[in-house]
């Protein structure tokens, strides 16, 4: 079947052609046909509303359940008499206030209605779109358009023609083209059958702009949670998997920051990223859709089906979504990709708390640490998960030892003395020894960081060389003068003063640490007692004023 692509995206054009136009739409939706239509929500696919054959044939093109009603399309509140009964009269103030525009009201039904628009319910759904083309449609055909979304059952909603000709072309009569969708989420369903009114699905138009009119409303269980399987959603359409991309998705809620985070953390390479603007620089290696600013819900509400959609035509095996709160127009937004995720939601915002902890060898990170296990953190020494990752591994092993010939035993035990004067003194030798490590060691390390609750501590001398940095709420340089330190480790591994300074020598100075890392932890007392009281002290404040951060955003 040729679908007619009608481009009426300029309606200040040629007046003459543009009427035609809708008078061929309205023509084809007389005679039974199915038509591609603009709103401000999202594009529609419509048929005669009283025409059960037109109806029955959107249910086929879409796929859509027998069960779930369409919304009854109408130019204004004086078409409501002839498609419903015991019509209360708050929905004339909500008309008033809201019409055109992304409110659906379920409403008594008139008998007239076919059951095949309303799906056998009492019940039956209307709304005014706010587009002036299919507005001059239905004056034009002098029907209500009973219209679901454009999207084939299933798939993100269609804020494009384009869209509307991907998923349905070839399968209806014509697509009328009015431009992208300025709201970009469907209308706001609510229920007036029932005392409150019923918010059954969030959408356009936020529900506190409809308590400011009417007072209290009701939620749905279904806006927010996955039902259980004897539940049923106020609106049919609620309880299937929609708006689903063909990678699984996973959700991500909470302080914009620690979502962020915390999709950094779990996203491997090659992952796709749905994020606001803010943060699309922490994923240079994942494909990354941007929703516009953490603050613009009214452009997340824009882009957040096109997000979805883009995703089915890369070769992403999973998703990470961050998600706006639930404030205006956030509760639509977030709905949609809540539902797109089947409900799959990580809340960033948990009493997760991660440190790095760096510092030269002898500076006092072991005290540091031992402060922060007796505030019940969790120490994860990377140099010991290192080691247990390197005997597991041949590959690691043979990466190393192409580059380091000699340093491992016939056994196949390291000869950590021989490597560490093969790179101490060298500096090109260690970085070749370090990005062998951090390729093996990272993804490990990751994966440690996502498996903790509350506080954990990093112990990494390379926290920044190996980007170890970013999985951190703070980084904390642990540091202390140089004659100290050669006193320290002299006693501590029992080696000269000669090999002593050569260490410290070889590794980044206490300037380094200080410029990269968050806070400092200066450790220039001789009595070890003071210093454990200090860093015990300093780790108790960072991690109450890093509470509260989480707690406000
Ligand atoms: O913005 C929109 O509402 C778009 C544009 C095209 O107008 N339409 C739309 O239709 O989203 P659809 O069919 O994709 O979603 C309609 C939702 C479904 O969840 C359906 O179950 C619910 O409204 N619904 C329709 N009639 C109902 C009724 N009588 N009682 C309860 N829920 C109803
Ligand atoms: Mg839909």
């Not at 759904?125 to 055909?141: D, F, K, M, Q, S």
Request: aromatic share 6%; with cysteine.
């Amino acid at each position: 079947m040729q679908t007619i692509y009608y481009d009426l995206r300029d309606t200040k054009g040629q007046q003459k052609e543009i009427e035609d136009k809708i008078s061929a739409a309205a023509k084809i939706l007389r005679e039974g046909g199915l038509v591609g239509i603009p709103t401000e929500t999202v594009y529609g696919l419509g048929a005669d509303g009283s025409n059960p054959a037109a109806v029955r044939r959107i249910f086929e093109v879409k796929g859509r359940p027998q069960d779930n009603p369409l919304i009854l399309h109408v130019t204004g509140a004086q078409w409501l008499p002839r498609y419903c009964v015991d019509i209360p009269p708050v929905a004339y103030t909500l008309a008033r206030k809201f019409w055109p525009g992304p409110l659906t009201m379920i409403l008594k039904r008139q008998p007239g209605v076919p059951d095949e628009t309303t799906a056998g319910l009492d019940t039956v759904g209307i709304r005014c779109p706010n587009h002036p083309v299919t507005l001059a449609i239905i004056r034009e055909a002098g029907m209500a358009i009973a219209a679901p979304s454009a999207n084939t059952s299933g798939r993100p909603s269609c804020t494009t023609a384009q869209d509307v000709m991907e998923d349905v072309g070839g399968r209806v009569d014509m697509v009328v083209d009015g431009g992208p969708c300025t709201v970009g989420v469907e209308s706001t369903v609510l229920d007036l059958t029932c005392e409150p009114p019923r918010l059954l699905r969030p959408g356009g138009l936020p529900v506190e702009d409809i308590e400011r009119l009417i007072g209290h409303v009701d939620v749905d269980r279904a806006v927010v949670a996955s039902l259980g399987p004897e539940e049923r959603p106020g609106a049919p359409g609620m309880k299937y998997r929609h708006y689903a991309p063909k990678a699984p998705v996973t959700v991500v809620t909470g302080a914009p920051m620690n979502s962020a985070r915390e999709i950094e953390r779990r996203a491997g390479p090659g992952a796709g990223v749905i994020c606001f603007d803010e943060y699309a620089h922490l994923f240079p290696q994942q494909l990354v859709h941007s929703l516009g600013p953490s603050n613009d819900k009214q452009l997340q509400a824009q882009r957040v089906f096109e997000a979805l959609r883009s995703f089915d035509a890369t070769g992403v095996t999973e998703i990470f979504a961050q998600c706006p709160d639930n404030r205006g127009l956030g509760l639509a937004v977030s709905n949609r990709l809540k539902k797109a995720a089947g409900f799959h939601v990580i809340d960033a915002d948990s009493q997760r708390i991660i440190l790095g902890i760096t510092g030269g060898t002898g500076a006092g990170k072991t005290s540091a640490l031992d402060a922060l296990r007796s505030l019940g953190g969790t120490v994860i020494d990377c140099d010991a998960v290192y080691h247990a990752v390197l005997s597991g591994s041949e590959d690691f092993k043979n990466a190393i030892n192409e580059k380091f010939p000699g340093v491992f035993s016939q056994e196949g035990q390291l000869n950590r003395r021989k490597l560490g004067q093969e790179v101490f003194a060298k500096r090109d030798r260690l970085d070749q020894l370090n990005a062998i490590v951090f390729r093996f060691l990272i993804p490990e390390l990751e994966r440690l960081v996502a498996a903790q609750e509350g506080l954990c501590a990093l112990d990494a001398v390379n926290l920044f060389e190996s980007g170890l940095d970013r999985l951190c709420d703070r980084t904390i340089a642990v540091t202390a003068p140089t004659e100290l330190r050669v006193k320290r480790i002299m006693g501590r591994d029992r080696i000269s003063e000669q090999y002593a300074r050569l260490r410290i020598n070889a590794q980044k100075q206490d300037e380094y640490y200080r410029g990269k890392c968050d806070c400092e932890l200066n450790n220039a007392t001789e009595s070890p007692e003071e210093f454990r009281k200090d860093a015990l002290l300093f780790f108790e404040r960072l991690v109450e004023s890093i509470r509260e951060e989480k707690r406000h955003g």
